[in-house]
T-cell receptor
């Protein structure tokens, strides 16, 4: 148990489907993040929420839509994905948004787009 | 711009041998430096971090790392490898005052040979 819980652990979806990834933390952290982990590539930061406010990341396609209803929950809504979006999606949280705080990661959702 | 380079995408050591995983970074300001470990089908777990103070940092599972400013390095070491150390290791850097942005290396896969 890492303190950050992600569901589902595995997800297979068609390109026309709509699905959502869920992340939950009860560590009292006030910043939450979505990362994409693809084979042989550095982790890619997708979205950041600090005190429930979103930090825009313009490089993420609009088919990925985050939602942070409160400081404990973070969602990633998916629609009309492409096969190249298949990856491990990691959620993380931190005590603050400052760069000296380490992250606590969830176990990830393994997404396969068919 | 910051960057992180991990030399050697795959490292193999014998059980009981020294583990050395290399990390070099580029940063225009004093960095915060981190090592994370990822076991199969899991998220990333913080091993250790350097923010300020003593440059030799001790982490969990017997690992330690030394911040060498002159060499822009933060290599991870462990005196004696254990089979359970087999995993993927990621070096990460953030800069003071930049808030949420972490930069991760591409990772080093550690194999421990019995």
């Amino acid at each position: 148990e890492t303190g950050v819980t992600q569901t589902p652990r595995h997800l297979v979806m068609g390109m026309t489907n709509k699905k959502s990834l869920k992340c939950e933390q009860h560590l009292g952290h006030n910043a939450m993040y979505w990362y994409k982990q693809s084979a042989k590539k550095p982790l890619e930061l997708m979205f950041v929420y600090s005190l429930e406010e979103r930090v825009e990341n313009n490089s993420v396609p609009s088919r990925f839509s985050p939602e942070c209803p409160n400081s404990s929950h973070l969602f990633l809504h998916l629609h009309t994905l492409q096969p190249e979006d298949s990856a491990l999606y990691l959620c993380a949280s931190s005590q603050g948004a400052g760069g000296n705080y380490g992250y606590t990661f969830g176990s990830g959702t393994r997404l396969t787009v068919v | 711009a910051q960057s992180v380079t991990q030399l050697g995408s795959h490292v193999s050591v014998s059980e009981g041998a020294l583990v050395l995983l290399r990390c070099n970074y580029s940063s225009s300001v004093p960095p915060y430096l981190f090592w994370y470990v990822q076991y199969p089908n899991q998220g990333l777990q913080l091993l250790l971090k350097y923010t300020t103070g003593a440059t030799l940092v001790k982490g969990i599972n017997g690992f330690e790392a030394e911040f060498k400013k002159s060499e822009t390095s933060f290599h991870l070491t462990k005196p004696s490898a254990h089979m359970s150390d087999a995993a993927e290791y990621f070096c990460a850097v953030s800069e003071a005052g930049t808030g949420n942005q972490f930069y991760f290396g591409t990772g080093t896969s550690l194999t421990v040979i019995p």
